[in-house]
C-alpha cells in the first residue's frame, strides 16, 4: 500500500494569533505533565524525546492542526475521495463509491483519533498492562477472566469466514486506518503514544469485534444478581417483592398497555444466594469497580440515555422531529467521532465509535434513528462449587473439569504475568478459594449489529429500516426512528433471552447439560410502536413495557423519572418547535424531588431548623439549577432521608431506589420500613421525615457549598483516568442537574451525562440536523479542535449540522482544510 502526502500551502500561513496563544499554553502544560510522570512512573516515560527542541512536543504541537490543502495517494482506493473539514474540522467524505468512503473514513479517523482507535480494543481485550505499567495489571485480568475477548474472537471469525457486507467494512476501514498508519512517522505519533514509547496495533476484524465488545460490556455486563440473591435470602417474599418489585412501580413505559384486560403471563421467582458464594460474588463486583474506576465502562442502573420523537402533527413544522442524547462517559477525547459520509448510495450524518467501520447514530436523506440503552437483563451467574484444587466443580454426577486456558500478561517496565483463566459449559468462570461464578453473557455470543448499522444508514423507508434492524443483537436498544415520510417508530432491539427459568434474578443452579437460555425473543415479539394516537414517542431508559408483556425483560427497574418528565413535556404542549426540542434538552426538573417534597408539604417538625428546612423545599419547583440554594438543601436531605429508611443491615447490599422511598412514604410500601433501627423508640412515617430534616439541616451547615452550582460539577477526564493525565482533560466545571433529570450528572463531581446531543428536523430531504458533544474532532491535546465543543456543551447550544449531498456546498464557506485521496 502506497501512502504520499503533499502539502500544497503550509500550515504556518493559517496560525492566528489565538492559534499562537493555544501552543504556547499547550506546550507549558506539557512540559508540565512529562516532569510530573517522569517522577511518578517506575518505568519512567519517554521524556527525553518529546524535550528535543524540534522533534519533541514542538513537533506534536505543530502537526496538531492539518494543512489546509494536501493530496494522499492510497492503492486502496478506486476512484478518489474529496475530504472536506468543516470550521470545527468534521470531516465530510465524498466519494463515488461506498468502499472509497469508508477508506477514505478509516484514514482520516485514524489521522484524528490514532491513540483513542489503538486505546478501546487494547482496554477491552485486557491489554493495557503492556503499555500503561502494572497499575493496570487488575483491570486486565478481569477483562480476561469473564471473557471479554472470547466473544471478540467469536465474532471476527464469523465475520472473517462469512465473507459478507461486514467482512468488507473491515477490510475497507482497515485499510484506510493501516494506510494512514503505514505512513507515519514515529515522531508523529500521538502524543500519548510517544510518551508511553510505543506503536498502535494494525486494524483488524479483531480489532474492530473488539469494539463492539467494549460496548456491549458498557452497556450490558452487571454483576448485581449475587447481591439480589443475599438480600431475597434475607427478607420474606413478600417484603422482597415490595422493595425490589419485578417491574417498575412508578413508570411510564415506553410501549403503552395494548390491552388493559390481559393479565401477566410472567411468574416471578424471588432471588436466591449461597452463602459461601459471597466471596465469588464481592470479587466480581470489585473487578467490575475496577473497570468502572478505571476506563469508565459498565452497566449502572440509570445510566443510558433519552430520545423522543414528535409526529408532524405536535410538529410546527408539520413533519416529524427526533432528539437524543447518549448518555456516556464524558471524555477526553470524546467517545464520539462525528462525520458525514456521501456516495451515491447514501447521504449520511452522524457519529461513530472510532474504531467501527461505519456511523452508529446518524441521519440520511430520508430517516433519522437514535439510541437508548434497553438496560434488559443480558447476563446470567451460575453458581458452582469448587474442589480444593479449584479446577474441578461438582456436580450431580460427580466432579466435572474446568477448561482451564494459560494465558501471559506482558507488563510494561516488569516482568510478563503467567495466568490461568477457566471455563465452564455455560462461560467463563470467576474462581475464589472454594467457590464460583460462571458468565452466561450475551457479549460472548456472535454479534451481527454491525451489519444492521450498514443497512439501517443505506435505508429509504421504514420497511427497509425494520429489515435492517432485524439483524441488531448486542447491546439490546431501544431504537426510536423519524422519517421524512411522516412515520415515527421504536423498538426494543436485540438479543432478549428467552431463560429455562422464568427470570434472571440471583444466582442459578445448573447441571452441565442444562443451559441457562433456550433461545432469543422473536423480533415480532420485541416491545414495539409505531405512529401512536398520542402523537410522540420517548424512552428514558424505564421499562419498556408493562407486566402484562409476556416476556422477561428485568428486573428491579431504577430508571422512571426522566421518562416521566419528557412524556409530561410532550404532553403539555399541543405542538412543539425545534427550538423546544432542544431545549428539553437542557431541562433539569427533578421529578424525584417533587415527589419527595410532596409528602412534607402538610408536615410539621418541632425543631425550628428542620421545619425552615421543610418550609423551603416544600415551595421549591424541583429544578436542580446551578444558581439555587434549594437544590443543594434537597440533595442533602434525600441523602438523609434514604439513609435513615433503608438503615436495616439486609438492605445494605442495595438500597431500594428512591421511587420505592415516595411510595413508602405515602402509604403503598409497608410504614414499617419507616423505623430507625438505631433509635428505641418506632418511627413513624412522619417521624422519619422530621429526622431526616433534622439530620439534613444538621449538615448544611457544614456545607462548603452556597448553592448547587458549587457543589455540583462535570469533568471531562482523559481517556487514561489517571491523575497522572488530569492536565489533558478538562473542568470541573458547575453543572446543572441530578441524577434522572433529563440533563442528567449524577454525584457532587459528574463523568457520565449526555455524550451526543442530536436533534433532527425531518421536514425537509436531507433533514437538517443540529448536535453537540463535549471535545472535539480531534484527539491530540494540541490541536484547536481538541476541546471546541466545551463551552458550547455546558451552554447547551447546538452546531448547525451541514449535510450537503455536493461539495459546492462548501465554496463559499469557512472550512479548515480539504484532502484529495487518489488511487
Known amino acids: 500500500m502506497v501512502l504520499t502526502m503533499r502539502p500544497d500551502r ?50 506534536t504541537a505543530r ?177 422482597y417483592a415490595e422493595l425490589y418489585p419485578q417491574h417498575a412501580a412508578v413508570n411510564d413505559p415506553i410501549i403503552p398497555m395494548p390491552d388493559p384486560e390481559r393479565e401477566s403471563t410472567l411468574s416471578s421467582v424471588g432471588p436466591t444466594a449461597d452463602p ?51 448518555h456516556l462517559r464524558v471524555s477526553l477525547p470524546a467517545i464520539w467521532y462525528e462525520a458525514h459520509i456521501v456516495t451515491p448510495e447514501m447521504n449520511l450524518y452522524g457519529v461513530t465509535v472510532p474504531g467501527a467501520p461505519g456511523l452508529v447514530e446518524a441521519f440520511n436523506a430520508d430517516l433519522a434513528w437514535a439510541f437508548t440503552n434497553t438496560g434488559a437483563d443480558q447476563i446470567d451467574h451460575v453458581a458452582l ?16 473439569e474446568l477448561d482451564l486456558v494459560v494465558d501471559t500478561i506482558a507488563i510494561r517496565g516488569a516482568p510478563a504475568v503467567i495466568d490461568t483463566f477457566a471455563h465452564a459449559p455455560w462461560g467463563p468462570v470467576l474462581r475464589t478459594r472454594d467457590a464460583a461464578v460462571a458468565l452466561r453473557w450475551v457479549g460472548h455470543d456472535t454479534s451481527k449489529t454491525l451489519e444492521a448499522l450498514w443497512r439501517m444508514g443505506h435505508a429509504r423507508s421504514m420497511d427497509q429500516f425494520e429489515d435492517a434492524v432485524r439483524l441488531w443483537d448486542t447491546p439490546m436498544q431501544n431504537i426510536l426512528f423519524a422519517d421524512v415520510a411522516g412515520n415515527i417508530a421504536i423498538r426494543s432491539t436485540g438479543l432478549l433471552p428467552i431463560r429455562e427459568r422464568g427470570d434472571g434474578a440471583g444466582l442459578l443452579r445448573r447441571e ?49 423519572y426522566r421518562g416521566l418528565r419528557i412524556n409530561e413535556l410532550l404532553r403539555e404542549r399541543s405542538t412543539h418547535s425545534v427550538d423546544d426540542i432542544k431545549r428539553y434538552q437542557s431541562d433539569v426538573v427533578a421529578v424525584h424531588a417533587r415527589h419527595l417534597t410532596s409528602t412534607i408539604d402538610d408536615l410539621r417538625c418541632d425543631l425550628r431548623e428542620a421545619e425552615d428546612l421543610r418550609i423551603q423545599l416544600a415551595s421549591w419547583d424541583g429544578e436542580m439549577g446551578t444558581d439555587a440554594r434549594e437544590p443543594l438543601a434537597y440533595d442533602v436531605w434525600r441523602r438523609a432521608l434514604s439513609r435513615l429508611a433503608w438503615d436495616e443491615p439486609e438492605l445494605k447490599p442495595k438500597p431500594p431506589y428512591v421511587a420505592q422511598l415516595y411510595r413508602m412514604l405515602t402509604g403503598d410500601v409497608s410504614a414499617k420500613w419507616a423505623d430507625v433501627v ?34 455540583h460539577r462535570i469533568i471531562f477526564r482523559h481517556l487514561i483516568s489517571s491523575s497522572r493525565f488530569s492536565s489533558l482533560g478538562r473542568g470541573p466545571f458547575q453543572y446543572p442537574g441530578t441524577s434522572e433529570t433529563l440533563s442528567p450528572a449524577a454525584g457532587r463531581l459528574a463523568t457520565h451525562s449526555a455524550s451526543w446531543r442530536v436533534v433532527v428536523d425531518l421536514s425537509s430531504s436531507p433533514p ?51 484532502i484529495r485521496i487518489t488511487p
Open 512 to 560: 452441565p447439560d442444562q443451559p441457562v437460555w433456550s433461545g432469543r425473543v422473536p423480533f415480532e415479539e420485541l416491545p414495539f410502536e409505531s405512529n401512536p394516537a398520542q402523537g410522540y414517542l420517548a424512552s428514558a431508559n424505564q421499562e419498556p413495557a408493562g407486566d402484562w408483556y409476556p416476556h422477561y425483560l428485568g428486573h428491579d427497574w431504577r430508571t422512571a
Open 678 to 711: 438505631a433509635t428505641t423508640e418506632v418511627e413513624s412515617v412522619s417521624d422519619l421525615l422530621c429526622l431526616s430534616l433534622e439530620a439534613a439541616a444538621d449538615a448544611l451547615r457544614s456545607e462548603e457549598s452556597d448553592d448547587w452550582g458549587s457543589a
Open 276 to 326: 459461601y458464594l459471597v466471596a465469588a460474588a464481592d470479587e466480581l463486583q470489585k473487578g467490575f469497580d475496577l473497570t468502572l474506576e478505571t476506563l469508565g465502562i459498565g452497566f449502572v442502573p440509570g445510566r443510558g440515555s433519552n430520545n423522543w420523537a414528535v409526529a408532524g402533527r405536535k410538529s410546527t413544522t408539520g413533519a416529524p422531529i427526533l432528539a437524543g442524547d447518549m
Open 385 to 400: 462449587q469448587l474442589d480444593t484444587a479449584g479446577t474441578r466443580y461438582q456436580t450431580a454426577d460427580g466432579w466435572k
Open 63 to 239: 502537526t496538531a492542526t492539518y494543512p489546509s490543502e494536501s493530496s494522499v495517494e492510497l492503492q486502496a482506493i478506486g476512484n478518489g475521495v474529496e475530504v472536506i473539514r468543516d470550521e470545527r474540522g468534521v470531516p465530510h467524505i465524498f466519494a463515488d463509491n461506498d468502499r472509497d468512503a469508508m477508506v477514505a473514513l478509516g484514514y482520516v479517523v485514524a489521522q484524528d483519533r490514532l491513540f483513542q482507535l489503538d486505546f478501546i480494543p487494547r482496554a477491552a481485550s485486557g491489554r493495557l498492562s503492556a503499555v500503561l505499567g502494572p497499575n493496570a495489571l487488575a483491570t486486565d485480568r478481569f477483562m480476561r477472566t469473564i471473557g471479554m475477548d472470547l466473544g471478540a474472537k467469536r465474532n471476527a471469525s464469523r465475520i472473517l469466514e462469512e465473507n459478507g457486507v461486514e467482512s468488507d467494512l473491515v477490510d475497507w476501514y482497515c485499510a484506510g486506518v493501516n494506510a494512514y498508519v503505514g505512513g507515519l512517522d514515529e515522531r508523529d505519533l500521538p502524543f500519548e503514544m510517544r510518551l508511553l514509547g510505543y506503536q498502535p496495533d494494525r486494524c483488524s476484524a479483531l480489532q474492530v469485534a473488539r469494539v463492539l465488545q467494549f460496548m456491549t460490556y458498557d452497556l450490558t455486563f452487571r454483576t448485581d444478581e449475587a447481591l439480589y440473591g443475599m438480600i431475597g435470602s434475607s427478607l420474606s417474599p413478600e417484603d
Open 768 to 818: 437538517i440536523g443540529f448536535g453537540v458533544y463535549p471535545g472535539g474532532v480531534s484527539g491530540n491535546p494540541f490541536s484547536p479542535f481538541y476541546d471546541l465543543h466545551v463551552q458550547t456543551y455546558l451552554n447547551f447550544d447546538h452546531y448547525r449540522l451541514h449535510n450537503p449531498s455536493q461539495p459546492d456546498y462548501f465554496a463559499s464557506r469557512d472550512v479548515s482544510s480539504r
Open 10 to 59: 503550509p500550515r504556518s500561513s493559517r496560525m492566528s494569533a489565538g492559534d499562537l496563544v493555544r501552543f504556547v499554553a499547550s506546550v507549558a502544560v506539557s512540559a508540565a505533565l512529562l516532569l510530573a510522570l517522569a517522577g511518578v512512573m517506575s518505568d519512567g516515560p519517554a521524556v527525553g524525546g518529546l524535550l528535543d527542541p524540534v522533534d519533541g512536543l514542538y513537533r
